[in-house]
């Protein structure tokens, strides 16, 4: 994301508005500007490491994830993701940032939401049949004696 969406807008009329709030708050519209610029320059860079994070997952198997440790990463993703959304929805009006851009944020985070429920629905699956072989590894083979066919040959 860009500083753009920070930007005034360049209506004459949203111009005098934005002024009129500004002239009765003790702030001005250049630090609120500078303010949310730095929020979200914070914000975005917790989500580009985090997906970063994802990234290496995907060259460390060759393009394969392995769903177990995709699971957290692509959970903690949606977690910063959230942030950002209820900061961009709480901050709507003091950072001027566009429906649009809300919106299309809102579409990014559900793609991540589905990317992480299937990760981690996948990893719950290799979890239960890893558990499974475990198990039948240390059980081993019964300790009962093999039964011979009886009878003539």
Not at 10 to 24: D, H
Not at 30 to 47: H, I, M, Y
Not at 82 to 95: I, R, S
Not at 126 to 149: E, Y
């Amino acid at each position: 994301m860009t500083a753009r969406f920070f930007a005034l807008s360049a209506r004459p009329a949203a111009l005098l508005l934005m002024g009129l709030m500004f002239a009765a708050s003790p702030v001005s519209p250049a630090s609120a500007q500078q303010s949310c610029q730095e929020d979200f320059q914070r914000l975005t860079k917790k989500r580009m490491a985090q997906i970063g994070v994802l990234n290496q997952l995907g060259k460390a198997g060759k393009g394969h994830m392995d769903p177990i440790a995709a699971c957290p990463a692509a959970r903690a993703l949606v977690g910063i993701e959230t942030e950002m959304l209820n900061y961009m929805t709480k901050n709507k009006d003091w950072c001027t940032i566009p429906d649009n851009v809300i919106d299309g944020f809102k579409a990014a985070r559900a793609k991540s939401q589905g990317f992480a429920g299937q990760a981690c629905s996948v990893a719950a699956k290799v979890k239960q049949m890893q558990a499974q072989q475990r198990s039948q590894a240390t059980a081993g083979p019964s300790n009962q004696p093999l039964k011979l066919p009886a009878g003539p040959l």
